[in-house]
């Protein structure tokens, strides 16, 4: 695995630096630093390529949140997820003989696409931090990829296979990502020549077309002839936000990540627990069931706490204050296992970073969120839309419960830490469920523990709970734990499950960028996944 490791992991740069799971991604972030872009604009072509090559994963369809570290040192969030169609409400899912909203077509395409608005918001960001690149060269690589094809990747190949028989009949489905019908074969090339053609319309008409011109007109057209409950007027009101993300202050440094309703509280909830154990040792027992325990507490508080801002129970700051903190990692047992029942999540997302010499660091998250989302491809644009919005519920007094003009529980969540010795560093990972675990994983070993980048990234991991659906709530584990450990972990009453795969790519596929204080920059991506990351 030592030479994976290797094409993973780039350090010593002084222009900028780019990591993403999939390697084209990678190179058209390196393409742009490069050529003088700053870290904002290499990740807007970072995330146009993402959509093409990894379209299981993310898409235009989807939404996006971003964490930046500017040069000053401010910590900004940009927010770019859409809300529920002003027809998504109970009563219309009801009129179609529907108790739960359906996981797959067009019904399950309720909220507005918000990703390409966060595109927009990081451009004009970029250029008051004097970015010049403009649109059509930061989109130009995306466009060439659709328009020629890309290679399969095995994820693609196989999850595609794997949902088949579930999205053949959805809308656009088949024409987009099956040939002759069946799945495609790792390697074999396939176009979007749709998704290329908005591409290069958006790169001569600008970002806000997708919304407010011609793509949206397209899209909104598209969304009415399948019976999506997203309209027209949905498109336009949708902008990005820009807010101040939550923090928390550890002995490391400052931890920073994005507000509801995105799950960053679970995530800073963790690592804040984990920080008050006292954990002096990585890879022993302490370690790992230490931050289980606390992903439990931080998990049972999100699903208390977390929802659209404008309907949340407590502020989520008082949840992250240091009394309530202290009190919750006094509630775990050092020895024993806690019980778990947990619901069952699902997810696939894709995180990248990139960061500058200026002091620009961009930690960046887009996704549809289960595989190929709603599954349904609007055959005039080429976007896949998301199925985000399953995450409501129809029970009126539910505290995520469906509504014109809300926004679903996410996920996503983009991290970044300002640490106590200078550095800068952005991470993050796919999973669902398992963003905070890896996360936690990462943090703890890279940041923590001192291990270098590119080993604790390929270090085993493990996932709590029935993140894909399976069917118990266990804990599981990739099989290059040592047998002790999982001994250990066993007696203390963890359901443990070891997994087939030395490296699964259902632990996440994570990723990070340091900015140094000499001014180097570093970066590093998980060898779970296709990516890497470059310099330049």
């Keep these: 695995m030592d030479l994976q490791i290797a094409d993973l992991h780039t350090a010593g740069h002084r222009r900028g630096v780019a990591a993403a799971?999939?390697?084209?991604?990678?190179?058209?972030?390196?393409?742009?630093?490069?050529?003088?872009?700053?870290?904002?604009?290499?990740?807007?072509?970072?995330?146009?390529?993402?959509?093409?090559?990894?379209?299981h994963m993310n898409h235009v369809g989807g939404d996006g949140f971003w964490l930046v570290h500017e040069p000053s040192g401010r910590v900004r969030a940009v927010m770019a997820g859409g809300r529920a169609g002003a027809r998504a409400s109970a009563a219309f899912y009801r009129d179609h003989g529907h108790d739960t909203i359906p996981a797959r077509g067009p019904l399950a395409a309720l909220t507005v696409p918000g990703a390409v608005a966060g595109w927009a918001t990081a451009r004009e960001a970029a250029a008051a931090l004097g970015g010049r690149m403009p649109l059509d060269l930061l989109l130009a690589p995306a466009i060439r990829a659709a328009r020629e094809g890309v290679a399969v990747t095995t994820a693609q190949a196989a999850l595609t296979a794997a949902y088949r028989a579930e999205l053949a009949a959805v809308p656009g489905f088949a024409e987009t990502f099956l040939v002759d019908g069946k799945a495609p074969a790792a390697g074999l090339r396939l176009a979007q020549p749709a998704l290329a053609a908005t591409f290069e319309h958006l790169a001569h008409a600008g970002l806000d077309d997708f919304y407010r011109g011609d793509v949206g007109r397209e899209i909104a057209a598209d969304l009415d002839r399948i019976g999506s409950p997203v309209t027209r007027a949905d498109l336009e009101r949708h902008h990005a936000e820009v807010t101040t993300p939550l923090s928390v202050r550890l002995a490391a440094g400052t931890l920073h990540n994005t507000p509801p309703p995105t799950q960053g509280l679970a995530s800073l909830m963790v690592l804040a627990l984990f920080d008050r154990l006292g954990v002096t040792e990585a890879e022993d027992f302490d370690h790992v069931h230490g931050l289980v325990e606390a992903t439990k507490r931080a998990f049972r508080v999100r699903d208390r706490v977390v929802t659209d801002p404008d309907h949340l129970p407590a502020p989520p700051e008082r949840v992250l204050d240091p009394a309530a903190l202290a009190?919750?990692?006094?509630?775990?047992?050092?020895?024993?296992?806690?019980?778990?029942?947990?619901?069952?999540?699902?997810?696939?997302?894709?995180?990248?970073?990139?960061?500058?010499?200026?002091?620009?660091?961009?930690?960046?998250?887009?996704?549809?969120?289960?595989?190929f989302g709603s599954g349904c491809v609007l055959p005039r644009t080429g976007v896949l839309m998301q199925n985000r919005g399953i995450g409501f519920s129809l029970d009126p007094k539910a505290l995520r419960a469906l509504a014109p003009g809300r926004l679903p529980f996410q996920t996503l969540n983009p991290a970044l830490a300002v640490l106590a010795d200078g550095r800068?560093?952005?991470?993050?990972?796919?999973?669902?469920?398992?963003?905070?675990?890896?996360?936690?994983?990462?943090?703890?070993?890279?940041?923590?523990?001192?291990?270098?980048?590119?080993?604790?990234?390929?270090?085993?991991?493990?996932?709590?709970?029935?993140?894909?659906?399976?069917?118990?709530?266990?804990?599981?584990?990739?099989?290059?734990?040592?047998?002790?450990?999982?001994?250990?972990?066993?007696?203390?009453?963890?359901?443990?499950?070891?997994?087939?795969?030395?490296?699964?790519?259902?632990?996440?596929?994570?990723?990070?960028?340091?900015?140094?204080?000499?001014?180097?920059?570093?970066?590093a991506h998980d060898p779970r996944a296709d990516g890497g990351a470059a310099g330049a």
């Design 21 to 55: 799971p999939h390697r084209a991604a990678a190179a058209a972030g390196r393409a742009v630093l490069a050529e003088g872009g700053n870290a904002l604009e290499a990740m807007v072509a970072m995330a146009a390529m993402i959509a093409v090559v990894y379209p």
């Design 327 to 371: 009190t919750e990692a006094a509630a775990i047992d050092r020895r024993t296992a806690a019980p778990w029942p947990a619901a069952p999540g699902k997810g696939d997302t894709v995180w990248m970073g990139a960061a500058d010499a200026s002091g620009l660091v961009v930690s960046y998250i887009q996704s549809v969120y289960w595989e």
């Design 424 to 523: 800068v560093m952005a991470y993050g990972t796919m999973g669902g469920d398992g963003q905070p675990q890896t996360q936690a994983a990462l943090f703890t070993r890279h940041v923590v523990f001192r291990q270098p980048l590119a080993e604790a990234l390929d270090r085993p991991r493990w996932l709590l709970g029935r993140t894909w659906g399976a069917a118990r709530d266990s804990l599981r584990v990739e099989p290059r734990f040592p047998d002790r450990l999982l001994d250990r972990l066993r007696a203390a009453g963890h359901d443990v499950e070891i997994l087939a795969a030395p490296y699964d790519s259902i632990m996440g596929h994570a990723g990070a960028v340091v900015l140094h204080p000499n001014g180097t920059l570093e970066g």
